[in-house]
């Protein structure tokens, strides 16, 4: 099986599992992914997903050996089947967790950064491989790179296609934190069971609200955030936190929506 899906209490684990190729993506695993998205997505108890990879890496990109002597016609159908992985990633009302454990190259690198919060080994590397073999950044990785590290250190990454390792990916603000390499699958887990107890309707409203700023001016933001603030003010985890506050004592938040 190309793909592991693990149900843990209140959250799901999917693990990348071709470990032998570093665990490059064909279309059977994209497949895998866009299924497991849905039925995440359909599961009310799940409240966080974890994505990471089986063995020494995390996702080596499209799995070069399958793609010897394929069209560019039989390239750009390939990507149909990948970016809407990163749409999904994206739209999905839930945090999701991206646990870093290898090297993390082409397409893999940029499936890791659709994710909301990155934790990446301290062994990791983050390698816009493309340009190696004449190609360009794709599933995303010209969108997010200078939005998350500036033009400069994106054309860097882009144009020489040199591998950056976990620390510095972590300094130039490209992921959230870089761990020991035995610490980061418990602290993933910590996090998404974190998660699990969050309130998720409003964290849902966050990732859009942050999502939709990219292209928003100020006016139409300040709009966007009256409109969640007032989603999230009927949820009753609103209802729960404020309780929680006033009686000082820790909130029980069920994710569940306005009924
Ligand atoms: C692999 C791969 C791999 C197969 C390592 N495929 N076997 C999508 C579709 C449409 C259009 C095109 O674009 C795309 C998006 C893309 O992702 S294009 C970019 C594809 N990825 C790459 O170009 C990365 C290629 N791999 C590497 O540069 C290195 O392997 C990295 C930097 C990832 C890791 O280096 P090392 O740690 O030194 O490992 P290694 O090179 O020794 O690899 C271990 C094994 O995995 C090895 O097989 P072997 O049988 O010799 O043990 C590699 O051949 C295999 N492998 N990446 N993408």
């Known amino acids: 099986m190309t793909l592991l899906v693990e149900s843990c209490p209140g959250y799901r684990r999917i693990t990348l599992n071709r470990p032998e190729r570093l665990n490059a993506l064909n279309v059977e695993m994209a497949a895998a992914l866009d299924a497991a998205f849905d039925e995440a997505a359909a599961d009310k108890t799940c409240r966080a997903l974890l994505l990471t990879g089986a063995g020494r890496g995390f996702c080596a990109g499209q799995d070069l050996t399958e793609i010897v ?26 945090p999701v967790v ?35 073999i004449g190609l360009i950044p794709d599933c995303g990785g010209t969108w997010f790179l200078p939005r998350l590290i500036g033009p400069a250190r ?21 992921i959230w ?41 100020l006016d139409t933001q300040l709009d966007l955030e009256r409109e969640s603030q007032r989603e999230a003010s009927l949820s009753p985890d609103y209802a729960e936190g404020m309780r929680a506050f006033l009686q000082k004592r820790p909130p029980a938040f069920t994710g569940r929506r306005a009924p």
């Open 69 to 94: 002597g394929a069209s560019p016609a039989d390239l750009e159908r390939l990507l149909e089947h990948y970016h809407p992985l990163i749409l999904k990633i994206r739209a999905l009302p839930i």
């Open 177 to 217: 934190k870089t761990l020991d390499d035995l610490e980061l699958m418990a602290q993933a887990h910590q996090l998404c069971v974190h998660f699990t107890a969050a309130p998720t309707v409003a964290l849902a409203l966050i990732k859009r609200a942050l999502d939709e700023a990219w292209a928003n001016d």
């Open 98 to 132: 991206c646990a870093v454990n290898g090297v993390a190259a082409g397409a893999g690198a940029n499936i890791a950064l659709a994710c909301d919060i990155v934790l990446a080994a301290r062994s990791a590397t983050f390698v816009q491989a493309f340009a190696k």
């Open 154 to 174: 994106a054309r860097g990454l882009a144009l020489t296609a040199e591998p950056l390792p976990a620390d510095k990916a972590e300094a130039w603000g490209l």
